[in-house]
């Protein structure tokens, strides 16, 4: 497989055992590779944030080069961090996180204008978003 300049590629491997009558066993374990991009060139862009105005839950959909941890942090209008996340992100390209609304507490946050902040790798991406109560 190969993994193109700017995208993940994901190797799976499984192991067998093969007895002198040459019977396979049940694999002994499977597991996954990443071969991902150094993380200089890491790439985080929101492209979407539905619904907006929200009233509940909303879908921040960001495109990302890689497979690993994104933190989300979400800003009020006066530069308050009010809420904070962490998703794994275990496919690179076009992936969804879901977001309650509420800050770290479980509170409801209040209804107005607040930004969101993906980063991963030094890399981040901001987004405005708008909550109606």
Do not use: Q
């Amino acid at each position: 497989m190969h993994a193109g300049r700017d995208t993940c590629a994901i190797y799976y491997y499984s192991a067998w055992a093969i007895d002198d009558c040459d019977n396979f066993s049940d694999p002994a374990y499977t597991s996954a590779v990443c071969a991902c991009p150094a993380v200089s060139k890491r790439h985080v862009e929101i492209v979407a944030i539905a619904p907006t105005p929200s009233t509940r839950e909303t879908v921040i959909t960001a495109r990302l080069n890689f497979i690993g941890m994104v933190d989300m942090t979400v800003y009020d209008v006066l530069g308050r961090r009010v809420a904070t996340r962490r998703y794994w992100n275990g496919t690179g390209g076009l992936v969804e996180f879901s977001w309650d609304t509420k800050d770290d507490s479980g509170r409801e946050l209040p209804s107005g204008v607040y930004f969101i902040e993906i980063t991963s790798g030094g890399k981040k991406s901001i987004h405005k978003t708008l909550i109606v109560r």
